[in-house]
């Protein structure tokens, strides 16, 4: 894969996970509108993405997914790969401490 597809598939997939995070805030009764914006950038920052792996990487992924097999299966890879563990980080950001 030439540098250049892996720039397009990372878009697409930043694209995917951004449609996947505003979708997934909007269920959650917790986060106030207010907040919505700074749980957005938390969820599709480079910072996050980057305890996966390098982010154009991580975006590659969901970009190849998205084009190769569906929507739903790069939504299952968010679900299963990503979202775990930003839950986590948001719960530990919210403790006293």
């Known amino acids: 894969m030439t540098l250049e597809e892996k720039r397009n598939f990372a878009w697409v997939g930043d694209a995917v996970l951004a ?3 505003r ?3 909007l269920q959650q009764t917790s ?3 207010k907040e919505r914006a700074d749980v957005f950038q938390a969820m599709t920052s480079n910072d996050f993405l980057s305890h996966f792996g390098e982010p154009t990487q991580i ?5 190849m997914l998205f084009e190769n097999e569906g929507l739903a299966q790069a939504n ?4 299963t790969h990503l979202l775990p563990s930003f839950i986590k980080k ?4 919210k403790q006293p401490g």
């Open 90 to 93: 948001q719960r530990q950001s």
């Open 31 to 33: 986060i106030s509108s």
């Open 19 to 21: 449609l996947y995070a």
């Open 59 to 63: 975006e590659c992924e969901m970009g």
């Open 76 to 79: 299952n890879y968010i679900e």
């Open 23 to 25: 979708r997934w805030i």
